[in-house]
Nanobody, 114 residues
């Protein structure tokens, strides 16, 4: 059974950083492309970042390019999202997802507020 557990969210001030983690199990993580999404209240879910199974390819939404970095550790079955220079527009619930599977974790809340 596919299982995704996000962690690392919290309440931080504008300009600060957070690192999200997503622990995966129940599938062949090392062969799976992974995505991070976010959903703010009243808005549609947005694809934030993607990483290929071998970490060679990464993509980012324009809104986070240059501030967020997606990475993975295939030995630990974990994908990360390093978020720097956070602002209020980044406030949302963040989810990881296997690109080719319609399975979601419970998400981790990120709130940016002074």
């Amino acid at each position: 059974q596919v299982h995704l557990v996000e962690s690392g969210g919290g309440l931080v001030q504008p300009g600060e950083s957070l690192r999200l983690s997503c622990a995966a199990s129940g599938f062949s993580f090392r062969t799976a492309d992974m995505n991070w999404y976010r959903q703010a209240p009243g808005k549609e879910r947005e694809l934030v970042a993607s990483i290929s199974h071998n970490a060679i390819g990464t993509k980012y939404a324009d809104s986070v390019k240059g501030r967020f970095t997606i990475s993975r550790d295939n030995a630990k079955n974990t994908v990360y999202l390093q978020m720097n220079s956070l602002n209020s527009e980044d406030t949302a619930m963040y989810y990881c997802k296997v690109r080719d599977l319609n399975v979601w974790g419970q998400g981790t809340q990120v709130t940016i507020s002074s």
